[in-house]
């Protein structure tokens, strides 16, 4: 059977969202997954390649993946709102998804920036089963706390993370208690350099447990 591949425009708060959906390569999805892109500032998009690795991980275990440019980003429109409006974007795309599958139970991930984006809508949902934070940047602490959170969430964090060092990431999971838990992934640094193939089987293995 093909992989469903489909570009989308999803409205948005500041217009049309850019958006590309894949489903699973030999079977009909089980689970559904948005996936949140980093700095939009930095360079960051849906192509990044953490990001695609994520969306390809989840594929390869059932999940139907939505990936999306935040406001300003490529053929998005609209302009950076210092992660407010790109967070409301976000939970536009998250509802047309769950519009789409409404069935499916679903989760909520994202990298770096797009990891704080992830836990804002993730942890606000009843219904996310999970939330995939990985890359977490840790220099964000004093600004959101993120401590409060019904969703379970596991974090993948690179071992040579510059904007996630251990020594602040792993306190601060402690901290969260037995709804979160972390995997490191020995890296070079902050973008999984020489793990990317590691990095995907983590994320397959934390999708495999959706259902």
Same mark, same amino acid.
């Given at each position: ?5 489909e570009?989308?425009?999803?409205a ?5 969202i ?5 489903e699973?390569?030999e079977c009909?999805?089980r689970f ?6 980093p700095?939009?500032?930095h360079g960051g ?6 990001v695609?690795?994520m ?7 059932g999940?139907v ?8 980003v490529n ?9 407010r ?5 976000a ?9 789409r599958?409404p069935v ?8 770096s ?7 804002k ?6 219904? %996310? +089963?999970?939330?995939?934070?990985? &890359?977490?940047p840790?220099r964000?602490? =004093?600004?959101? @706390? ?7 969430r ?9 904007h996630?060092?251990?020594?602040e ?6 901290r969260l ?9 020995? %890296? +070079?640094d902050?973008f999984?350099e &020489?793990a990317?193939?590691?990095?995907? =089987?983590?994320? @397959? ?7």
């Open positions: 059977m093909p992989r469903k591949i570009s989308h425009t999803i948005g708060p500041a217009g049309r850019e958006a590309l959906l894949e699973p390569d009909e999805p559904a997954a948005l996936v949140c892109h700095h939009p500032q998009t849906m192509h990044n390649k953490v695609y690795r969306a390809r991980g989840l594929r390869g275990v999940g993946v939505l990936r999306f440019n935040y406001r300003g053929l998005s429109d609209g302009v950076y709102d210092e992660g409006g790109e967070t409301a974007d939970r536009a795309c998250l509802l047309w998804l769950l519009d599958y499916l139970p679903y989760v909520v991930a994202g990298f920036f797009g990891s704080r984006i992830a836990q809508i993730g942890c606000a949902s009843n219904g %996310a +089963r999970r939330v995939i934070v990985v &890359g977490f840790t964000y602490l =004093r600004e959101e @706390s993120f401590e409060h959170c019904a969703t379970p596991v974090f993948i964090q690179s071992t040579n993370d510059e996630g060092p251990r020594g990431v792993e306190p601060f999971v402690q208690g037995t709804g979160a838990s972390i995997e490191w992934i020995e %890296a +070079r902050h999984f &020489g990317l193939d590691e990095l995907e =089987r983590v994320i @397959s293995a934390a999708g495999a447990m959706i259902g």
